[in-house]
């Protein structure tokens, strides 16, 4: 908590309060590297792109990995999963996790691929985004799907924190996931 407060200030308390009910299952420490800064373009891009009449699904991916005590996904982690090659990557490899998820992954990708549409049978339904809606699918040890979940989050974070872009973001490694 204490690091928290120091970097959002008087938003600190209500931002880890918000944090862990969007992500009950998650270590508040992962809100100090909150993707905002990929996050909240896409959701907008979700939102414009239904609006037009686009078919348009959404998803996060938010394994932690056991390495540095539970290091949360970083922008691009889950390209050995899409790609399913996760055993030339070793910090990727959870035993009895990697393999089930690297396959609900690349499965998704290969029937949306082939059919415009990534539902198969090793993943929950996984409904067309709309512009009031946002399917998300949560790729991670149990996949789900959740609607409009961290819409509230980012709203605080971005209130917080109103300046944080990608251009501006110091090099630490508690500052961005890529």
Same mark, same amino acid.
């Given at each position: 908590?204490?690091?928290?407060?120091?970097?959002?200030?008087?938003?600190?308390?209500?931002?880890?309060?918000?944090?862990?009910?969007?992500?009950?299952?998650?270590?508040?420490?992962?809100?100090?590297?909150?993707?905002?800064?990929?996050?909240?373009?896409?959701?907008?891009? %979700?939102?414009?792109?239904?609006?037009?009449? =686009?078919?348009?699904?959404?998803?996060?991916?938010?394994?932690?990995?056991?390495?540095?005590?539970?290091?949360?996904?970083?922008?691009?982690?889950?390209? $050995?999963?899409?790609?399913?090659?996760?055993?030339?990557?070793?910090?990727?490899?959870?035993?009895? %996790?990697?393999?089930?998820?690297?396959?609900?992954?690349?499965?998704?990708? %290969?029937?949306?691929?082939?059919? =415009?549409?990534?539902?198969?049978?090793? %993943?929950?339904?996984?409904?067309?985004?709309?512009?009031?809606?946002?399917?998300?699918?949560?790729?991670?040890?149990?996949?789900?799907?959740?609607?409009?979940?961290?819409?509230?989050?980012?709203?605080?974070?971005?209130?917080?924190? $109103?300046?944080?872009?990608?251009?501006?973001?110091?090099?630490?490694?508690?500052?961005?996931?890529?």
């Amino acid at each position: 908590m204490k690091r928290i407060k120091a970097r959002f200030g008087d938003r600190g308390e209500e931002l880890a309060e918000v944090f862990q009910e969007t992500y009950p299952e998650k270590n508040l420490a992962d809100l100090l590297t909150l993707d905002t800064v990929f996050r909240c373009p896409t959701k907008k891009f %979700i939102k414009e792109f239904a609006k037009s009449g =686009g078919k348009i699904y959404s998803y996060l991916f938010t394994l932690e990995f056991p390495y540095q005590h539970g290091k949360t996904a970083w922008h691009c982690s889950d390209i $050995p999963f899409v790609f399913h090659n996760t055993e030339l990557v070793p910090v990727t490899n959870i035993p009895e %996790i990697s393999d089930k998820l690297e396959k609900q992954m690349f499965d998704a990708v %290969i029937h949306f691929a082939e059919t =415009g549409n990534p539902n198969h049978s090793g %993943i929950p339904q996984w409904p067309v985004s709309t512009e009031e809606r946002e399917a998300t699918m949560i790729f991670d040890r149990v996949c789900t799907v959740r609607f409009n979940f961290d819409d509230y989050l980012l709203e605080l974070h971005k209130k917080a924190l $109103p300046n944080l872009t990608l251009a501006n973001i110091e090099q630490e490694d508690d500052q961005i996931q890529h």
